[in-house]
């Protein structure tokens, strides 16, 4: 079966340090990936997908970046984190067709 | 560009009465529709989802949503509330059509579940 994997669970970084997350998708090859993030009492906003190695979509400008260097590996970064990145992040990978997406337990990070 | 609009930010039900969560969605295609379900501090987790069979889907948990063309909705309901209901539950639209096959989630409905 297909699971997926993200960590860290939690962080808490300063306003400029660098952050880098990762998500792990496993049981599944050539699958769409992506991130989304969650901000307090706000719904789901997209930020990237990617439906190969090296391919990715913004779906809204920021400050942040992602990258998918290998099939089912997908990283969120920053360079210089800002208090507004604040949030829970979610990655999340689909199949084709009208499969759902299925997502990991988020991490939550906090910009102090 | 397609969108999903919740009813209401937050519904409190006592336990063993009726869930219903609204849903209404904007699409120019005939859309596939998804209900998840979040617990505090943790990923999303599909409760059902319709792609075109039949207008009513059941799902996990005892939920089930109907598909309503002429209305453009897809209300999630259930007709005994539990205390482990306790959630915050998202519609979603997907556009195959689209590159990526990306969801559009609403903005979220929050459950209370008052014994």
């Known amino acids: 079966s297909q699971t997926i994997h993200q960590w860290p669970a939690t962080l808490v970084q300063p306003v400029g340090s660098p952050l880098s997350l990762e998500c792990t998708v496993e049981?599944?090859?050539?699958?769409?990936l992506y991130w989304y993030r969650q901000a307090a009492g706000r719904g789901l906003q997209l930020l990237f997908y990617s439906v190969g190695i090296g391919q990715i979509s913004s779906e809204v400008p920021q400050n942040l970046s992602a990258s998918r260097p290998q099939d089912r590996q997908f990283i969120l970064s920053s360079k210089k984190l800002l208090l507004s990145d604040s949030g829970f992040y979610l990655c999340a990978w689909g199949g084709q067709g009208n499969s759902p997406l299925h997502f990991g337990n988020g991490t939550r990070l906090t910009v102090t | 560009a397609q969108s999903v609009t919740q009813l209401g930010s937050h519904v409190s039900v006592s336990e063993g009465a009726l869930v219903l969560l609204r849903c209404n969605y904007s699409?120019?295609?005939?859309?596939?529709l998804f209900w998840y379900v979040q617990y505090p501090n943790q990923g999303l987790q599909l409760l059902l989802k319709y792609t075109s069979a039949a207008t009513l889907v059941k799902g996990i948990n005892g939920f089930e949503a109907e598909f309503k063309k002429s209305e453009t909705s897809f209300h999630l309901t259930k007709p005994s509330a539990h205390m482990s209901d306790a959630a915050e539950y998202f519609c979603?639209?997907?556009?195959?059509?689209?590159?990526?096959?990306?969801?559009?989630f609403g903005g979220g409905t929050r459950v209370l579940v008052k014994p």
């Open positions: 049981g599944t090859s050539n699958p769409n």
């Open positions: 979603a639209v997907s556009d195959l059509r689209a590159a990526g096959n990306k969801l559009t």
């Open positions: 699409s120019s295609v005939p859309p596939y």
